[in-house]
């Protein structure tokens, strides 16, 4: 489906040679897998330490909704921090954030302080944002027809990150007594620093002044069809993503099922996430990405239908697969057709708009989750993420529908 509303090739764009693209995935890739891992650690250990510190139940998760806050707080002052100075220095921002985050919620477990954890919590998110602009980085200097590709590359880097994340939890919780995961968090800011060191080697070109001036303004491009449908699939891929991880930890705990169980579901969960990014990137270019978007968002529909079908631990593992594939799908789905939106000079701006308006809006979701959980029970949590589901798929079929009228008067 060819966008109607994007400029053909500008002479801003910048294509790199083979060797420095491969170079650069290969990096991105790595550095996504260590920071995945990091992310996945706090998904893993935000409730229960927040379960172990908060002065009320009720704040349990508030940690993990302030890791969520943290993404949204970072987007635009990073995508004004690369528009300028160029995407590594907001690698190289975001790395020192992840060290941060293990430093302070080590401090915080050490000595029993919530409101710490949750500012360690907050430099996870903002590490998290800045981890997620990998994947519109390895489409910079690569020509149109593979960007799809090359972002579903560095997004299977995440493969590793569901396997060493909750593994790095479960051999490190219990190795500083009487501090349950203060070393895991320890642990976690090493791991920061190494990404630190592979990030400094990425080559993308620096920004030129069409970057930094020119473009059309932002409400003319918000207002295209297909960047409304991107923004709103992306948003509920990633907002029910969030809502649902988020609470199934502790609804597994508060279940009666073991902490190893938690691990082994949220390690699953991670795989399933990013494993099919080998293979998303060529089913957008054979599919499009209005398909495999919508794919996405049934998928997690099915697992929102598995989940409320029991509560051992054999539902909570497939919801959690399932869920994770769902999000692959409907996030780099949405991703491409943010990438479809926008001229070469406009990246930045745009796409920064775009991750903001996602984590905005999953930071609503975040908030809602553990007190639904904590109120209403697990099968309310299911039911009330039905909604933004239909949502979704209403406006990629109203983008469908445009985009092909607007083709059609152009043909006639």
């Known amino acids: 489906m060819t966008n109607t509303s994007t400029a053909p090739a500008s002479p801003f764009a910048e294509v790199l040679p083979e060797k420095i693209q491969r170079g650069n995935i290969w990096r991105l890739s790595i550095a996504q897998a260590l920071a995945g891992a990091n992310s996945v650690v706090v998904y893993a250990t935000g409730g229960i330490v927040g379960d172990m510190l908060a002065p009320t139940p009720m704040l349990a998760t508030l940690p993990i909704s302030i890791f969520v806050v943290g993404m949204a707080a970072c987007i635009?002052?990073?995508?004004?921090?690369?528009?300028?100075?160029?995407?590594?220095?907001?690698?190289?921002?975001?790395?020192?954030?992840?060290?941060?985050?293990?430093?302070?919620?080590?401090?915080?477990?050490?000595?029993?302080?919530?409101?710490?954890?949750?500012?360690?919590?907050?430099?996870?998110?903002?590490?998290?944002?800045?981890?997620?602009?990998f994947r519109f980085a390895a489409a910079d200097g690569v020509e149109p027809k593979r960007r799809a590709r090359a972002l579903s590359l560095v997004m299977a880097g995440g493969v590793a990150a569901g396997v060493v994340g909750p593994q790095l939890v479960t051999w490190t919780m219990d190795l500083w007594p009487p501090h349950m995961f203060a070393a895991t968090f320890l642990v976690q800011a090493v791991v920061a620093v190494v990404s630190a060191f592979i990030l400094l080697g990425v080559r993308l070109p620096m920004p030129t002044a069409a970057e930094i001036t020119a473009g059309r303004p932002l409400a003319e491009i918000a207002r295209q069809p297909r960047f409304i449908a991107a923004v709103i699939a992306g948003a509920v891929s990633y907002l029910l993503m969030n809502f649902l991880m988020t609470a199934a930890p502790l609804a597994m705990h508060m279940g009666g099922h073991s902490q190893v169980s938690a691990n082994l579901g949220l390690q699953w969960h991670v795989i399933a996430m990013y494993a099919p990014s080998f293979v998303t990137g060529s089913l957008i270019a054979r599919f499009g990405a209005v398909r495999i978007a919508s794919l996405g968002l049934l998928l997690t529909g099915i697992s929102v239908a598995v989940g409320l079908g029991g509560v051992d631990v054999a539902h909570f593992w497939a919801f959690l697969v399932l869920l994770g594939v769902g999000w692959n799908f409907g996030f780099l789905g949405a991703s491409a057709l943010v990438l479809d939106c926008h001229r070469p000079e406009e990246r930045t701006r745009v796409q920064s708009l775009n991750d903001f308006i996602v984590f905005g809006l999953m930071v609503i979701g975040s908030f809602l989750s553990g007190g639904l959980l904590s109120a209403y029970g697990w099968n309310m949590v299911l039911w009330v993420s039905i909604a933004p589901l239909l949502l979704a798929i209403v406006a990629l079929a109203v983008a469908v529908r445009r985009s092909a009228n607007e083709a059609l008067s152009a043909l006639t």
């Open 76 to 133: 635009l002052p990073l995508g004004a921090l690369t528009r300028r100075h160029g995407r590594r220095a907001g690698f190289l921002v975001g790395t020192g954030a992840g060290v941060l985050t293990g430093l302070l919620a080590m401090l915080a477990v050490t000595m029993g302080w919530f409101w710490l954890f949750c500012l360690a919590t907050f430099f996870g998110g903002s590490y998290a944002a800045v981890v997620l602009s």
